[in-house]
């Protein structure tokens, strides 16, 4: 099955704050693109709520973004956890989020797994 991604999505080692429907989540990201991100947590936000995202200190890289997916333990096959899509992403954010994916691939790439 082959999967029609607008973005290419980077392994990430980062953790990231998540805010929305009165939860808080402070998660590891499991990939990340210019397009959203998964979050990797047992407690994911419904499909199709809003949340705010902060990567990075110091508010590196905050947008809103939108739950297009959510998986919880046991579910389907991956691990638990939700698929964002970002919202909102202007020209300063969306270089931040560059230089974010372009560390994420370097480290990737010099520690391959």
Do not use: K
Not at 1 to 10: A, D, K, P, Q, T
Not at 63 to 69: F, S, Y
Not at 77 to 100: I, K, N, S, T, Y
Request: glycine share 10%.
């Amino acid at each position: 099955m082959s999967e029609n991604r607008r973005y290419i999505r980077v392994a990430s080692r980062l953790r990231c704050w998540c805010e929305g429907e009165n939860i808080t989540v402070y998660a590891r990201i499991g990939n990340l693109s210019e397009g959203g991100l998964f979050l990797r947590t047992s407690t994911p936000l419904a499909a199709g709520a809003v949340a705010t995202i902060r990567i990075g200190t110091e508010a590196v890289f905050e947008t809103h973004a939108r739950v297009v997916w959510a998986r919880v333990d046991g579910e389907e096959a991956g691990p638990p956890g939700m698929g964002l899509e970002f919202q909102e992403v202007d020209g300063r954010r969306r270089e931040a989020l560059r230089r974010l994916i372009a560390s994420e691939q370097q480290h990737h790439d010099a520690n391959p797994r």
